[in-house]
């Protein structure tokens, strides 16, 4: 167990939908990442929160969202959604608000799109 | 943008053989990890490398950074079937704002026992 809990595990949904996908970092973890993963392929980075405030941006599209709350626990947000956009996301949490600590990562949210 | 690549994608080997997966970016690192993900998993940290040239021994496993902090590898010994999954190196730019982690497009390792 990372520590780093993401909610839902699992959702169906249909084209043109709106989605909230929930993570909530490990305790101590300011740091929060989202991740793409398409089946069989690579981790895409989408965003990254630090403490609240955004710290990086990969390729997120428009159509996506993120935020960090007070309490750190994270959401991304998924609109209009195409059949595209089914993967797996992945939420990880670290305690620096750079890249070179270790990441922890949730057990994912697997989207799909119908 | 930095972009960080790996080979092979596929490999496939004998349980007993070695197993070795590369991975190259375009820029200089501040450092480089490396993931294991197994299948149906989540990627799990194995280690981190910071100094150039660097080389760490985890059993069965080598992981080396190369000198010019752009390439690294990681080399396991005598595979057994509870390697298999999917291996990423996720690196940060050097200088200051290394805030992305980006990971490489992963090696997936299959076990024929």
């Known amino acids: 167990d990372s520590g780093v809990t993401q909610t839902p595990k699992h959702l169906i949904t249909a084209t043109g939908q709106r989605v909230t996908l929930r993570c909530s970092p490990r305790s101590g973890d300011l740091s929060v990442y989202w991740y793409q993963q398409s089946l069989d392929q690579g981790l895409q980075f989408l965003i990254q929160y630090y403490n609240g405030e955004e710290r990086a941006k990969g390729n997120i599209l428009e159509r996506f969202s993120a935020q960090q709350f007070p309490d750190l626990h994270s959401e991304l947000n998924l609109s209009s959604l195409e059949l595209g956009d089914s993967a797996l996301y992945f939420c990880a949490s670290s305690v620096a608000p750079h890249g070179n600590t270790e990441a922890f990562f949730g057990q994912g949210t697997r989207l799909t799109v119908v | 943008g930095q972009q960080v690549m790996q080979i092979p994608q596929y490999q496939h080997v004998q349980e007993g053989e070695d197993f070795t997966t590369y991975c190259n970016s375009s820029t200089t690192l501040s450092n480089i990890q490396w993931y294991k993900q197994r299948p149906g998993g989540h990627p799990v940290f194995l280690i981190q490398?910071?100094?150039?040239?660097e080389v760490k021994k985890q059993k069965r496993l080598t992981f080396q950074f190369g000198e010019a902090k752009k390439n690294s590898s990681l080399h396991i010994t005598a595979t057994q079937t509870t390697d298999v999954g999917t291996y990423f190196c996720a690196a940060s730019p050097a200088g200051f704002g290394n805030e992305k982690l980006t990971f490489g497009t992963g090696t997936r390792l299959t076990i024929i026992p």
């Open positions: 490398l910071v100094k150039s040239g």
